[in-house]
């Protein structure tokens, strides 16, 4: 990849491992590009990358309960953020579920892709969009939905 990303990397109690065995299993993605951490997730990744002698730049922020999840938020809105990986519990409830729906929709109004399973992780990391210079995501627009200009934008006219 020729640009330097800064990704965002938040995993709930139950999905900490995961994520740190998502992590390494794309560490040479990864390693180039700044990840931006929620705290505990941010130190187990940093932990597990120095014990196997991987080399990234990791920022960790508070823990998710203390703000963390905040704090990324208002980095998508700065337009810091490329991507976020958020690994949901999507079983327990939790504490500060405000702050974790609060990112999630500063990520879809800011038109920062978010992945919230490996499995999407793994297709954007992959995606060639990344390289592409001629390539600019659309702008989200919010306007209201008239049935009659669509159907006759698209041709579709009864």
Known sequence: MKKTLTIALVAHDNRKADMVDWCFYNS???????????????????????????NAKITRMNSGPLGG?????????????????FLIDDLNAQPHEADI???LRQC?????????NRYSADLML?????????????????????????????????
Request: overall charge negative; proline content about 4%.
């Open 28 to 54: 040479d993605f990864l390693k180039p590009h700044h990840l931006v951490c929620t705290g505990t997730t941010g130190k187990l990744i940093q932990e597990a990358y120095e014990s196997k002698g991987i």
């Open 69 to 85: 999840d905040a704090e990324i938020a208002a980095m998508v809105v700065r337009k810091e953020i490329d991507l976020a990986i």
């Open 101 to 103: 729906m609060m990112l």
């Open 108 to 116: 879809r109004v800011h038109n920062v892709p978010i992945a919230c």
């Open 126 to 158: 992959t995606s060639s969009l990344w390289d592409e210079d001629d390539y600019t995501p659309a702008v989200p627009t919010y306007v209201k939905f008239d049935r009659e200009e669509f159907e006759t934008k698209y041709g579709l006219k009864r």
